[in-house]
T-cell receptor
Framework: GQQLNQSPQSMFIQEGEDVSMNCTSSSIFNTWLWYKQDPGEGPVLLIALYKAGELTSNGRLTAQFGITRKDSFLNISASIPSDVGIYFCAGRETGANNLFFGTGTRLTVIP | DAGVIQSPRHEVTEMGQEVTLRCKPISGHDYLFWYRQTMMRGLELLIYFNNNVPIDDSGMPEDRFSAKMPNASFSTLKIQPSEPRDSAVYFC???????????FGPGTRLTVL
């Protein structure tokens, strides 16, 4: 099946620092999504990307759809304690309905 | 609008017992997905429905697992008999069409002793 490699697996950062994480796939996707999961809750959609090269922001979060269509990036600027959680990338191949999920990046923000 | 609703939120049962997980998708969404999340394997798609019809159940691990969607507002995932390795968090998600994004429920944490 499809393999999504997400890195890094975990990050420990100081409050106020910027964060970058990425996701790569073994095949071409037409959709990239980024989710955040808080403890005891389901993933919540942060940003959706539908076009190669697309750059989309949601507050302090910015995500990009890689031009090769095999990767995506998520940046968080000026991190705050509530950014703590697990961030997942997810992608969908052309013509498919199901999403493939990355293994997640666990973010810890130290006040 | 209410999001995806799942029940129960937590379930503890003994090996060999039947377990039924329930999901109510967002009204108007045509697609419903069941996922399983574990530390070892992350999020795995088990099965998804379109307009109440199962489309792809290739992720269902064994015949012990079954899912139904009798109407547009309700779906069940059943495990019979349950085993300790079934312990995981089970998520239901729904989406409006095949180009839209999926919205997740809060999950059911299943523990099989």
């Amino acid at each position: 099946g499809q393999q999504l490699n997400q890195s890094p697996q975990s990050m420990f950062i100081q409050e106020g620092e910027d964060v970058s994480m990425n996701c790569t796939s073994s095949s071409i996707f037409n959709t990239w999504l980024w989710y955040k999961q808080d403890p005891g809750e389901g993933p919540v959609l942060l940003i959706a990307l539908y076009k190669a090269g697309e750059l989309t922001s949601n507050g302090r979060l910015t995500a990009q759809f890689g031009i090769t269509r095999k990767d995506s990036f998520l940046n968080i600027s000026a991190s705050i304690p509530s950014d703590v959680g697990i961030y997942f990338c997810a992608g969908r191949e052309t013509g498919a309905n199901n999403l493939f999920f990355g293994t997640g990046t666990r973010l810890t923000v130290i006040p | 609008d209410a999001g995806v609703i799942q029940s129960p939120r937590h379930e503890v049962t003994e090996m060999g017992q039947e377990v039924t997980l329930r999901c109510k998708p967002i009204s108007g969404h045509d697609y419903l997905f069941w996922y399983r999340q574990t530390m070892m394997r992350g999020l795995e798609l088990l099965i998804y429905f379109n307009n109440n019809v199962p489309i792809d159940d290739s992720g269902m691990p064994e015949d012990r697992f079954s899912a139904k969607m009798p109407n547009a507002s309700f779906s069940t995932l059943k495990i019979q008999p349950s085993e300790p390795r079934d312990s995981a968090v089970y998520f239901c998600a729904s989406s409006q069409n095949n180009q839209d994004t999926q919205y997740f429920g809060p999950g059911t944490r299943l523990t099989v002793l």
